[in-house]
């Protein structure tokens, strides 16, 4: 992106931006946190679990997770086939 479109983009107010400590918060959370110990496949974004957006809805607020993310199939097929891919 061009110097100009970005500091268009940076003006606009329509992108708020994070610390590196506000951005790694969430991360920070998850692997520390007792109260989550023994779950494992959700998607967290500011320091919450994160809404499983819907597939149907036309445009993007920018957050949330979209549902074939969390698809355990789709997981498995993807580890298979990066493991092919590395084997190869």
Known sequence: MDPEALAGLRASGGFTYKT????????????????LKDIGGRYFEDC????????????????????????PKAAA????????MLAG
Do not use: H
């Open 20 to 35: 590196l400590g506000q951005d790694a918060a969430s991360s920070a959370l998850v692997a520390t946190s007792p109260q």
């Open 48 to 71: 919450g679990e994160a809404a499983v957006l819907d597939s149907g809805a036309s445009g993007s607020s920018g957050s949330g997770v979209a549902a074939y993310a969390l698809d």
């Open 77 to 84: 097929r993807l580890w298979r086939v990066s493991v092919d």
